[in-house]
């Protein structure tokens, strides 16, 4: 699918398509946060819970929504952009370079979300991981295990379908690319204080515009929030 056979959309559609998602997730979190407590797990578990009710069905309900209006039945086919492939190589190459590239990015302006996080949002509750040494190993086994499937797999992939593969190709202008990464840094409303460094760590995820190649920044995505599993699982192998 060419660039100049896509129909753009208006900044303000641009701007909710980013953001709906986001906000949702969200509102479910904020809503199922207390029961989660009550039920004795991490908060984590409300926001698996929002991924899995909310920002997976969402993003990719609309997605097909989206093939069912252009071409008459459910697909992906002709709406996702960037589907271009590279020499093996490649793959090796770019997805080891992005990865050390964002997470130098968050290593270096994690005094800056701290910052933000004790002067601006000390009101904010924090996502609890449960790597505080109150749960016990099987409730972390079952935490750690949804994680895997719902925040390192599927959360990831059907983001960078449906913000990398669908919205950014569709928005206008030369800094296309840092509106859309700004916003979705912005669309992580639990943690506004990594707003900064979302937006510039994203930003070399989008080296695939540049090859067209949205299979890159999905690896790269995949990578960074296993960053997670593999602490937690550490966590448990270390507990007695």
């Not at 809503?31 to 009710?53: C, D, H, K, T």
Request: charged share 10%; aromatic share 14%; glycine share 8%.
């Amino acid at each position: 699918m060419k660039q100049d056979q896509i129909e753009k959309h208006s900044t303000t559609q641009s701007v909710i398509l980013h953001l709906v998602p986001g906000i949702l997730v969200g509102c479910f979190y904020l809503l199922a946060r207390q029961p989660v407590v009550n039920m004795g797990y991490p908060s984590l578990i409300a926001l698996i819970l929002a991924y899995a009710f909310i920002l997976i069905p969402v993003e990719l309900g609309y997605l097909l929504y989206q093939g069912k209006k252009k071409t008459g039945r459910f697909t992906l086919q002709g709406i996702i952009s960037y589907r271009n492939s590279i020499p093996g190589w490649q793959y090796l190459v770019w997805v080891s370079v992005i990865f050390i590239a964002v997470g130098t990015i968050f290593t270096l302006l994690k005094p800056v979300d701290a910052f933000l996080q004790g002067k601006l949002f000390f009101w904010m509750p924090d996502i609890n991981y449960g790597l505080d040494g109150v749960y016990s190993r099987t409730t972390l086994i079952v935490t750690y295990s949804l994680v895997f499937i719902f925040v390192a797999i599927l959360s990831p992939l059907v983001e960078e379908l449906y913000f990398r593969g669908y919205l950014l190709p569709r928005m206008k202008g030369k800094f296309a690319p840092l509106l859309h990464s700004f916003l979705f840094a912005v669309q992580h409303v639990l943690e506004p204080w990594m707003i900064i460094t979302r937006t510039l760590g994203f930003l070399p995820i989008l080296f695939g515009v540049r090859k067209k190649n949205i299979y890159v920044g999905i690896i790269v995505h995949i990578m960074c929030n296993t960053v997670n599993v593999v602490t937690g699982i550490a966590f448990i192998v270390k507990m007695t």
